[in-house]
């Protein structure tokens, strides 16, 4: 089945800085989306982004389907960023298949 | 509203107990997933719904039991279970099955096995 990979898999950052998480996928996709699961285990959807570029507030994803990878990038971290940011994807209705996350602390 | 609904929010049992955890989304969705996340793992797909007929069982044991009634709603029955199986239990929906669209998740069942 389809693989998937995140990086770095802890990032500790000051608040106010920036970051870029990296997902790379070993096969053609036709679903990503990116998560951010809270302490308390909810998962809030990020951005739904196959291919692409997409921009929310401070967050933005950029897909680059034809090499297998995504980047989502977080610009003037907040300590409400803090948890576990997930890549998930999707081969054509196989299965939806979740990468092992970055869990990222942002201190005050 | 992109919100999907599951009760209870903590659940204790033993292992010779039977209960069940229940999901509801109200967006028209016609697929739904079960899905266990172990603490500091990624989740992993359990069940998949498509027009509440069974589409993908990832060789899930058979103490547990998934049951769409209807398009809306969706439970997990659990049966004997074993302490191994305590995690965060997912229910996710989608417009279609999955491929096609955004999956929304709900806040999770975190269930205990003692």
């Known amino acids: 089945g389809i693989q998937v990979e995140q990086s770095p898999p802890d990032l500790i950052l000051q608040e106010g800085a920036n970051s870029t998480l990296r997902c790379n996928f070993s096969?053609?996709?036709?679903?990503l989306q990116w998560f951010h699961q809270n302490p308390w285990g909810q998962l809030i959807n990020l951005f739904y982004?196959?291919?692409g570029t997409k921009q929310n507030g401070r967050l933005s994803a950029t897909t680059v389907a034809t090499e297998r990878y995504s980047l989502l990038y977080i610009s003037s971290s907040q300590t409400t960023d803090s948890g576990v940011y997930f890549c998930?994807?999707?081969?054509?209705?196989?299965?939806?298949?979740f990468g092992p996350g970055t869990r990222l602390s942002v201190l005050p | 509203d992109t919100e999907v609904t599951q009760t209870p929010k903590h659940l204790v049992m033993g292992m010779t107990n039977k209960k069940s955890l229940k999901c509801e989304q109200h967006?028209?969705?016609?697929?739904m997933y079960w899905y266990k996340q172990k603490a500091k793992k990624p989740p992993e797909l359990m069940f998949v719904?498509?027009?509440?007929?069974?589409?993908i069982n990832e060789s899930v044991p058979s103490r547990f039991s998934p049951e769409c009634p209807n398009s809306s709603l969706l439970n997990l029955h659990l049966h004997a279970l074993q302490p191994e199986d305590s995690a965060l239990y997912l229910c996710?929906?989608?417009?279609?099955?999955?491929?096609?669209?955004?999956?929304?998740f709900g806040a999770g069942t975190r269930l205990s096995v003692l």
């Open positions: 998930a994807v999707d081969n054509y209705g196989q299965n939806f298949v």
């Open positions: 096969d053609s996709v036709n679903n």
């Open positions: 967006m028209g969705h016609r697929a």
């Open positions: 719904y498509s027009y509440e007929k069974l589409s």
């Open positions: 996710a929906s989608s417009q279609r099955l999955a491929g096609t669209g955004i999956q929304y």
């Open positions: 982004i196959p291919s």
